[in-house]
T-cell receptor, first 108, second 112 residues
């Protein structure tokens, strides 16, 4: 399966700290996407990184992709309480397959 | 633009009953998807469509049927609901198969 697998499953940090989540996958991909899900809501797209890219930034988000290790990381800098959510990576070849997610709690 | 909408938001069924979930998008997207989300399982793809009149099976298609008669609508049907189908169902759409997906707010279904 090309399914991504996020690590850790749960993460709790203090407001202002950085949060790092990792995603590993098994097969070739066109791109890898990160999404956020607030409790009781649908997923919201955060950032897409293509297989020929190594790093991408968007505001306080930094995503890296290492296709040789089949892994990606999502870094959220200077976290806020509003960043509390579940984060999912989606690996894409002809369709997007999601991992089980990382639950992030940011404590004010 | 409303984006992706889903109806109903909540539903309780008895085992053996049938129902249809409706997904509508106003972004003229070709691709539409139905996922189910269970605790600790992430999202699993049930069925998807790459254009009007087409449908294809995803990871967990058993017990579900779909139809895409109009480009903007994607219907998910449960012919004979089972307790194992208790879940939150999400619809999503995108312009290209591996691009950013836009999600609806979800339908919470309970089968007793």
């Amino acid at each position: 399966s090309q399914q991504g697998e996020e690590d850790p499953q749960a993460l709790s940090i203090q407001e202002g700290e950085n949060a790092t989540m990792n995603c590993s996958y098994k097969t070739s991909i066109n791109n890898l996407q990160w999404y956020r899900q607030n409790s009781g809501r649908g997923l919201v797209h955060l950032i897409l990184i293509r297989s020929n890219e190594r790093e991408k930034h968007s505001g306080r988000l930094r995503v890296t992709l290492d296709t040789s290790k089949k892994s990606s990381s999502l870094l959220i800098t200077a976290s806020r309480a509003a960043d509390t959510a579940s984060y999912f990576c989606g690996t894409s070849y002809d369709k997007v397959i999601f991992g089980p997610g990382t639950s992030l709690s940011v404590i004010p | 633009n409303a984006g992706v909408t889903q109806t109903p938001k909540f539903r309780v069924l008895k085992t053996g009953q049938s129902m249809t979930l409706l997904c509508a998008q106003d972004m003229n997207h070709e691709y539409m998807y139905w996922y189910r989300q269970d605790p600790g399982m992430g999202l699993r793809l049930i069925h998807y469509s790459v254009g009007e009149g087409t449908t294809a099976k995803g990871e967990v298609p058993d017990g579900y049927n779909v139809s895409r008669l109009k480009k903007q609508n994607f219907l998910l049907g449960l012919e004979s609901a089972a307790p194992s189908q208790t879940s939150v169902y999400f619809c999503a759409s995108t312009d290209l198969g591996d691009n950013e997906q836009f999600f609806g707010p979800g339908t919470r279904l309970t089968v007793l």
